[in-house]
Protein backbone atom coordinates (compact mmCIF):
# COMPACT_ATOMS: atom_id res chain seq x y z
CA UNK A 1 0.00 0.00 0.00
CA UNK A 2 1.03 3.52 -0.03
CA UNK A 3 3.59 5.30 2.20
CA UNK A 4 3.27 8.84 1.52
CA UNK A 5 0.93 11.08 2.93
CA UNK A 6 -0.35 13.65 1.12
CA UNK A 7 -2.65 16.55 2.21
CA UNK A 8 -4.91 17.89 1.69
CA UNK A 9 -7.03 15.30 0.11
CA UNK A 10 -9.39 18.27 -1.78
CA UNK A 11 -9.23 21.95 -2.29
CA UNK A 12 -12.09 23.68 -3.90
CA UNK A 13 -10.45 27.68 -4.62
CA UNK A 14 -11.32 30.67 -6.28
CA UNK A 15 -9.58 31.29 -9.94
CA UNK A 16 -6.32 33.29 -8.89
CA UNK A 17 -5.71 31.98 -5.53
CA UNK A 18 -2.32 30.72 -4.56
CA UNK A 19 -2.21 26.62 -4.11
CA UNK A 20 -0.28 24.56 -1.45
CA UNK A 21 -0.09 20.40 -1.01
CA UNK A 22 2.47 18.60 0.19
CA UNK A 23 3.66 14.93 0.89
CA UNK A 24 5.11 13.55 4.46
CA UNK A 25 6.32 10.15 4.48
CA UNK A 26 8.42 7.77 7.04
CA UNK A 27 10.96 7.15 4.66
CA UNK A 28 13.84 8.31 3.14
CA UNK A 29 13.43 9.35 -0.75
CA UNK A 30 16.30 10.39 -2.84
CA UNK A 31 13.74 11.73 -5.49
CA UNK A 32 10.52 13.27 -5.20
CA UNK A 33 8.39 14.01 -8.58
CA UNK A 34 5.33 15.75 -8.58
CA UNK A 35 2.24 14.61 -11.23
CA UNK A 36 -1.11 15.99 -12.74
CA UNK A 37 -3.25 13.28 -14.20
CA UNK A 38 -6.80 14.50 -15.88
CA UNK A 39 -10.01 12.33 -15.82
CA UNK A 40 -9.13 9.47 -18.29
CA UNK A 41 -5.64 10.20 -18.74
CA UNK A 42 -1.57 9.24 -17.31
CA UNK A 43 -0.16 11.83 -14.81
CA UNK A 44 1.91 13.95 -16.38
CA UNK A 45 5.28 14.95 -15.04
CA UNK A 46 5.13 17.96 -13.58
CA UNK A 47 8.87 18.56 -11.56
CA UNK A 48 11.30 16.81 -10.79
CA UNK A 49 13.34 16.78 -7.46
CA UNK A 50 17.05 15.16 -6.93
CA UNK A 51 18.63 16.58 -3.93
CA UNK A 52 17.46 17.87 -0.44
CA UNK A 53 16.76 21.61 -0.22
CA UNK A 54 16.38 22.09 -4.24
CA UNK A 55 13.65 24.24 -4.81
CA UNK A 56 12.68 24.01 -8.45
CA UNK A 57 10.00 25.78 -10.65
CA UNK A 58 8.28 25.27 -13.90
CA UNK A 59 6.25 28.06 -14.66
CA UNK A 60 3.73 29.26 -11.88
CA UNK A 61 4.26 25.78 -10.01
CA UNK A 62 7.06 25.64 -7.44
CA UNK A 63 7.99 22.35 -5.62
CA UNK A 64 10.48 21.43 -3.04
CA UNK A 65 12.48 18.42 -1.54
CA UNK A 66 12.62 18.65 2.20
CA UNK A 67 16.21 18.90 3.83
CA UNK A 68 15.17 16.02 6.12
CA UNK A 69 14.29 14.15 2.72
CA UNK A 70 10.85 12.44 3.94
CA UNK A 71 8.87 15.32 2.21
CA UNK A 72 7.85 17.53 -0.18
CA UNK A 73 5.50 20.19 -1.01
CA UNK A 74 4.25 22.08 -4.50
CA UNK A 75 2.73 25.22 -4.38
CA UNK A 76 0.33 26.72 -7.85
CA UNK A 77 0.54 30.26 -7.94
CA UNK A 78 -2.49 32.49 -9.85
CA UNK A 79 -4.86 29.14 -10.46
CA UNK A 80 -6.57 29.13 -13.75
CA UNK A 81 -9.25 26.85 -14.80
CA UNK A 82 -7.14 24.54 -16.55
CA UNK A 83 -5.02 23.44 -13.31
CA UNK A 84 -7.84 21.47 -12.44
CA UNK A 85 -6.82 17.80 -11.88
CA UNK A 86 -5.59 15.65 -9.61
CA UNK A 87 -1.86 15.98 -8.18
CA UNK A 88 0.16 13.15 -7.01
CA UNK A 89 3.59 13.19 -5.24
CA UNK A 90 5.76 10.61 -5.70
CA UNK A 91 9.21 9.42 -4.26
CA UNK A 92 11.89 6.83 -5.24
CA UNK A 93 13.83 4.90 -3.03
CA UNK A 94 17.78 4.19 -3.50
CA UNK A 95 17.77 0.44 -3.12
CA UNK A 96 19.46 -0.67 -6.28
CA UNK A 97 16.15 -2.22 -7.07
CA UNK A 98 15.63 -0.70 -10.45
CA UNK A 99 12.65 2.49 -10.27
CA UNK A 100 10.01 1.84 -8.31
CA UNK A 101 7.73 4.99 -7.30
CA UNK A 102 5.58 5.55 -4.22
CA UNK A 103 2.35 7.75 -4.89
CA UNK A 104 0.57 10.00 -2.27
CA UNK A 105 -3.31 9.68 -2.46
CA UNK A 106 -3.48 12.43 -4.62
CA UNK A 107 -4.84 16.03 -3.96
CA UNK A 108 -8.15 16.93 -6.04
CA UNK A 109 -7.64 20.85 -7.10
CA UNK A 110 -11.19 22.24 -7.97
CA UNK A 111 -11.11 26.31 -9.36
CA UNK A 112 -14.11 28.03 -9.50
CA UNK A 113 -14.00 31.13 -12.27
CA UNK B 1 9.70 12.14 -29.84
CA UNK B 2 6.39 10.56 -29.33
CA UNK B 3 5.18 9.64 -25.68
CA UNK B 4 4.02 6.20 -24.14
CA UNK B 5 1.28 4.27 -25.68
CA UNK B 6 -0.45 1.83 -24.34
CA UNK B 7 -2.97 -0.63 -26.27
CA UNK B 8 -5.96 -1.10 -25.80
CA UNK B 9 -7.11 1.86 -24.35
CA UNK B 10 -10.66 -0.03 -23.25
CA UNK B 11 -11.33 -3.20 -22.29
CA UNK B 12 -14.02 -5.54 -21.05
CA UNK B 13 -13.65 -8.92 -19.60
CA UNK B 14 -15.43 -11.39 -17.52
CA UNK B 15 -14.33 -13.21 -14.34
CA UNK B 16 -11.91 -15.78 -14.73
CA UNK B 17 -10.40 -14.86 -18.25
CA UNK B 18 -6.93 -13.79 -19.17
CA UNK B 19 -6.26 -10.42 -20.44
CA UNK B 20 -3.04 -9.15 -22.22
CA UNK B 21 -2.09 -5.23 -21.95
CA UNK B 22 0.51 -4.06 -24.52
CA UNK B 23 3.09 -0.83 -23.80
CA UNK B 24 5.19 0.78 -26.03
CA UNK B 25 7.95 3.80 -24.13
CA UNK B 26 9.40 6.59 -25.12
CA UNK B 27 11.75 5.75 -28.21
CA UNK B 28 15.22 5.21 -26.15
CA UNK B 29 13.91 4.24 -22.94
CA UNK B 30 14.82 1.19 -22.34
CA UNK B 31 12.78 1.08 -18.39
CA UNK B 32 9.15 -0.05 -18.47
CA UNK B 33 6.98 0.24 -15.43
CA UNK B 34 3.65 -0.74 -14.49
CA UNK B 35 1.09 0.49 -11.85
CA UNK B 36 -2.28 -0.48 -10.81
CA UNK B 37 -4.75 2.39 -9.94
CA UNK B 38 -8.27 1.80 -8.30
CA UNK B 39 -10.10 4.46 -6.20
CA UNK B 40 -9.23 2.74 -2.88
CA UNK B 41 -5.92 1.86 -3.38
CA UNK B 42 -4.54 4.59 -5.33
CA UNK B 43 -1.53 4.05 -7.09
CA UNK B 44 0.22 0.90 -6.64
CA UNK B 45 3.45 -0.53 -8.26
CA UNK B 46 3.02 -3.34 -9.97
CA UNK B 47 6.88 -4.59 -11.68
CA UNK B 48 9.87 -2.93 -13.62
CA UNK B 49 11.35 -4.50 -16.45
CA UNK B 50 14.92 -3.20 -18.10
CA UNK B 51 16.65 -4.74 -20.82
CA UNK B 52 13.87 -7.78 -21.07
CA UNK B 53 14.29 -9.06 -17.36
CA UNK B 54 12.24 -7.99 -14.65
CA UNK B 55 13.94 -5.89 -12.45
CA UNK B 56 11.69 -5.40 -9.52
CA UNK B 57 7.91 -6.61 -8.58
CA UNK B 58 5.34 -5.11 -6.28
CA UNK B 59 3.00 -7.06 -3.59
CA UNK B 60 0.59 -8.29 -6.24
CA UNK B 61 -0.39 -12.26 -6.94
CA UNK B 62 1.13 -14.39 -9.58
CA UNK B 63 -1.80 -13.75 -11.85
CA UNK B 64 0.01 -10.92 -12.37
CA UNK B 65 2.99 -11.00 -15.12
CA UNK B 66 4.83 -9.53 -17.40
CA UNK B 67 7.24 -9.72 -20.35
CA UNK B 68 9.75 -6.88 -22.05
CA UNK B 69 11.15 -7.77 -25.53
CA UNK B 70 13.79 -6.62 -27.07
CA UNK B 71 12.72 -3.41 -28.50
CA UNK B 72 11.61 -2.19 -24.74
CA UNK B 73 8.30 -3.33 -25.88
CA UNK B 74 6.26 -4.39 -23.13
CA UNK B 75 3.36 -6.89 -22.40
CA UNK B 76 1.59 -7.42 -19.03
CA UNK B 77 -0.99 -10.26 -18.79
CA UNK B 78 -3.47 -11.07 -15.60
CA UNK B 79 -4.72 -14.57 -15.54
CA UNK B 80 -8.03 -15.84 -13.94
CA UNK B 81 -9.15 -12.47 -13.38
CA UNK B 82 -10.85 -11.05 -10.69
CA UNK B 83 -13.72 -8.48 -10.46
CA UNK B 84 -11.02 -6.55 -7.96
CA UNK B 85 -8.96 -6.19 -10.88
CA UNK B 86 -10.84 -3.35 -12.59
CA UNK B 87 -9.02 -0.48 -12.65
CA UNK B 88 -6.42 1.73 -14.72
CA UNK B 89 -3.57 0.12 -15.50
CA UNK B 90 -0.36 2.70 -16.41
CA UNK B 91 2.68 2.18 -18.29
CA UNK B 92 5.79 4.42 -17.22
CA UNK B 93 9.04 4.54 -18.99
CA UNK B 94 12.39 5.95 -18.57
CA UNK B 95 15.79 5.88 -19.82
CA UNK B 96 16.86 2.60 -17.33
CA UNK B 97 19.16 4.73 -14.89
CA UNK B 98 16.91 7.56 -13.76
CA UNK B 99 14.18 7.34 -11.78
CA UNK B 100 12.16 10.09 -14.08
CA UNK B 101 9.20 7.93 -15.16
CA UNK B 102 6.93 9.28 -17.98
CA UNK B 103 3.38 7.79 -18.07
CA UNK B 104 1.18 6.69 -20.72
CA UNK B 105 -2.45 7.37 -21.14
CA UNK B 106 -3.41 3.89 -19.47
CA UNK B 107 -5.64 0.87 -20.21
CA UNK B 108 -8.81 1.42 -18.39
CA UNK B 109 -10.03 -2.50 -17.64
CA UNK B 110 -13.71 -3.63 -16.59
CA UNK B 111 -14.03 -7.56 -15.04
CA UNK B 112 -17.80 -8.38 -14.48
Known amino acids: GQQLNQSPQSMFIQEGEDVSMNCTSS?????WLWYKQDPGEGPVLLIA?????ELTSNGRLTAQFGITRKDSFLNISASIPSDVGIYFC?????????????FGGGTRLMVKP | KAGVTQTPRYLIKTRGQQVTLSCSPI?????VSWYQQTPGQGLQFLFE???????NKGNFPGRFSGRQFSNSRSEMNVSTLELGDSALYLC???????????FGPGTRLLVL
Open chain 1, 90 to 102: AGHMNNNAGNMLT
Open chain 1, 27 to 31: SIFNT
Open chain 1, 49 to 53: LYKAG
Open chain 2, 27 to 31: SGHRS
Open chain 2, 49 to 55: YFSETQR
Open chain 2, 92 to 102: ASALGGTETQY
